[in-house]
C-alpha cells in the first residue's frame, strides 16, 4: 500500500520568513508527486515532480524531488499571510491515477 | 481559468436515504475522479471514471456508491443508503490525460452531513 507521509504537522511563521515543508513516501512503482494547496475547500494544484534533481519554481514557491531518498521538499520564501492554508503532497504510482495523499502540513503565517 | 464546479455546496441527510452529489468537470478533460476528505483526516481516493467505465476504486467504494455520466457534462456521486460515516467533503476531480501535465482539477467540494 503507497504511503504519504509528511512533516511538521503544523507551523507557524511570521511574514517574511522562509519555510520548508517535507514530504515522504513509500510507493511501488513511482510515477509522479504532486503539492497542492488548501484553503478552504478545493486542493489548488501548485507542482508535479517526476524526475530527480530537477526544481520546480513559481514565484516564491519552489518544489524539488529526491527519488533516492524518496522524499520531495516544498520552499516557500518571503511567506505572506495568504500563504496560509494546509499543503498536500500526494503521490501517484504506475498503476494508475489515483492519488494517494499525505496528512498534509497547516502553515499560518502571522503578520 | 476553467474550473470544476460542484453541487450542492453542502447536503444535510438522514442515514439511510440516498445522495447524488454533481460535478460539471472541465470540458475538454476526458478522466474524472471522487475524493472524501472526513474532517480532520486525509483525502482519499474513491473511483476514477474513463471513457464512460470505472478505471479504479479504492476499498471505501463499495456496492453503496455508484458513479454516473448521465450527458456530455455532468458527473454524478451516488450513495444508495447513506451512513453516519459517509459524512464528509467530496471533491470531485477532472484531468486532461493519463498523465497530466498540471495535475488533477479539484472542485469546490460538497459537503455531506448525514444525520
Known amino acids: 500500500e503507497d504511503k504519504v507521509v509528511q512533516s511538521p504537522l503544523s507551523l507557524v511563521v511570521h511574514e517574511g520568513d522562509t519555510v520548508t515543508l517535507n514530504c515522504s513516501y513509500e510507493v511501488t512503482n513511482f510515477r509522479s508527486l504532486l503539492w497542492y494547496k488548501q484553503e478552504k475547500k478545493a486542493p489548488t494544484f501548485l507542482f508535479m515532480l517526476t524526475s530527480s534533481g530537477i526544481e520546480k519554481k513559481s514565484g516564491r514557491l519552489s518544489s524539488i524531488l529526491d527519488k533516492k531518498e524518496l522524499f520531495s521538499i516544498l520552499n516557500i520564501t518571503a511567506t505572506q499571510t495568504g500563504d496560509s492554508a494546509v499543503y498536500l503532497c500526494a503521490v501517484r504510482d504506475n498503476a494508475g491515477n489515483m492519488l494517494t495523499f499525505g496528512g498534509g502540513t497547516r502553515l499560518m503565517v502571522k503578520p | 481559468e476553467p474550473e470544476v464546479t460542484q453541487t450542492p455546496s453542502h447536503q444535510v441527510t438522514q442515514m439511510g436515504q440516498e445522495v447524488i452529489l454533481r460535478c460539471v468537470p472541465i470540458?475538454?478533460?476526458?478522466?474524472f475522479y471522487w475524493y472524501r476528505q472526513i474532517l480532520g483526516q486525509k483525502v482519499e481516493f474513491l473511483v476514477s471514471f474513463y471513457n464512460n467505465e470505472i478505471s479504479e476504486k479504492s476499498e471505501i467504494f463499495d456496492d453503496q456508491f455508484s458513479v454516473e455520466r448521465p450527458d456530455g457534462s455532468n458527473f454524478t456521486l451516488k450513495i444508495r443508503s447513506t451512513k453516519l460515516e459517509d459524512s464528509a467533503m467530496y471533491f470531485c476531480?477532472?484531468?486532461?490525460?493519463?498523465?497530466?501535465?498540471?495535475?488533477?482539477?479539484f472542485g469546490p467540494g460538497t459537503r455531506l452531513t448525514v444525520l
Open positions: 470540458s475538454n478533460h476526458l478522466y
Open positions: 476531480a477532472s484531468s486532461a490525460g493519463t498523465v497530466p501535465i498540471r495535475g488533477q482539477f
